[in-house]
């Protein structure tokens, strides 16, 4: 019996999505995604498609956008309405449905009009098992998983990412700037572009994996532990950096960034976890 | 308050360690609780990843939902 590796198995998926619209927000897991699919089914087969508001970085969007045009990727941006939303806007617990409800009927509208047969999306093995209520939104959706079926972690993305010369092959993991906003606090684009000047102040000064947690006047910037001396070291500009961007007050958060901390604390009648939906 | 009583035992606790701690304040902000350690600036540049997670347990060990500490504090 031949045994099918966790490579063979995506190529096979993708073979059988035909043809794809991906969801590209500009992150390791959709870049390598859309840029495999073009590679096994052909540009145009394939169209990469990133949905912008507010609480996409501008970064991010640099990013698809880059990389869409260094690799060829045929590549679309959407304007998308999750902030029109009063639920979405009122940041309860599953937040994440609202919006990615407002991106896959859209994705699956520009599926259609373009005659194109699956949407997908770049969900990995290792998303399993997190609060993920968007993953939700994707099943009512009909959007399929090529990464997560197949089984590839992110350290098996990475590394195959590397390899096929993405550029975002050791970019941090970047969710939405909304996901800053404890759930319960309003979510609004004057408050996302005050994350998002923070942030990129911080950047500027090298930081690579943090992120700033906002609690109304007071930022809480969470670090990586291995970024925690650098920084302690650019204290003086970091507290500048992020006091321009409108807070009164910066703290450093003791544990640091580590995966899933919003939801911290949730009770489990409120997470919804993929294979659990 | 209940919570400022919270923040004086963290205080004293993270003394009782060791830990040259001025204050533990508490904040609310946002709808959420944090408990602000406030130690001399030298002490927090030599702290390493044990010190950081001992003191957030034990920060939030008195129900503070987050311990941080000030980066841009008077005192620190």
């Given at each position: 019996m031949v045994v099918e590796s966790k490579r063979e198995r995506l190529i096979r998926i993708v073979r059988e999505c035909d043809s794809v619209v991906v969801g590209y927000s500009g992150g390791v897991d959709s870049v390598f995604l859309a840029a495999l699919c073009v590679e096994v089914l052909g540009r145009d087969r394939v169209l990469a498609v990133t949905g912008t508001s507010?609480?996409?970085?501008s970064w991010m969007a640099e990013t698809a956008r880059d990389v869409a045009a260094t690799f060829s990727l045929p590549w679309l941006e959407i304007e998308t309405?999750?902030?029109?939303?009063p639920r979405y806007a009122?940041?309860?617990?599953?937040?994440c449905y609202f919006c990615k409800n407002e991106l896959w009927s859209v994705l699956q509208r520009v599926a259609r009009e373009r005659g194109f047969r699956t949407v997908a999306d770049?969900?990995?093995?290792?998303?399993?098992?997190?609060?993920?209520?968007g993953a939700l939104a994707a099943a009512e959706h009909a959007v399929r998983s090529p990464l997560l079926e197949a089984g590839l972690t992110k350290a098996e993305i990475r590394e195959w990412s590397r390899e096929i010369g993405l550029?975002?092959?050791?970019?941090p993991a970047a969710p939405c700037l909304a996901s800053r906003i404890p759930y319960g606090t309003a979510v609004t684009p004057a408050r996302l572009r005050q994350i998002e000047a923070a942030e990129a102040a911080l950047r500027r000064l090298g930081l690579r994996d943090f992120r700033v947690r906002h609690h109304d006047d007071v930022a809480r910037i969470e670090v990586h532990p291995d970024e925690w001396f650098a920084a302690l070291a650019a204290r003086d500009a970091a507290v500048r950096g992020v006091r321009d961007a409108g807070y009164a007050r910066v703290l450093i958060d003791a544990?640091?960034?580590?995966?899933g901390a919003l939801n911290e604390g949730l009770p489990a009648s409120q997470l919804v976890q993929i294979g659990r939906a | 308050m209940a919570i400022e009583f919270d923040a004086r035992l963290a205080a004293e606790r993270l003394r009782a360690l060791g830990y040259p701690v001025v204050a533990v304040e508490a904040l609310g902000a946002g709808g959420e609780t944090i408990g602000v350690v406030r130690l001399p600036l030298d002490r927090l540049g030599r702290m390493d990843a044990g010190d950081r997670e001992t003191i957030a347990r034990v920060v939030r060990a008195f129900g503070f939902r987050h311990a941080a500490f000030d980066l841009d504090g008077p005192a620190v």
């Open positions: 507010a609480s996409l970085a309405a999750e902030m029109l939303d009122a940041n309860p617990s599953n937040r770049g969900a990995n093995a290792d998303d399993a098992g997190d609060h993920r209520p550029p975002t092959w050791d970019q544990l640091g960034y580590r995966r | -």
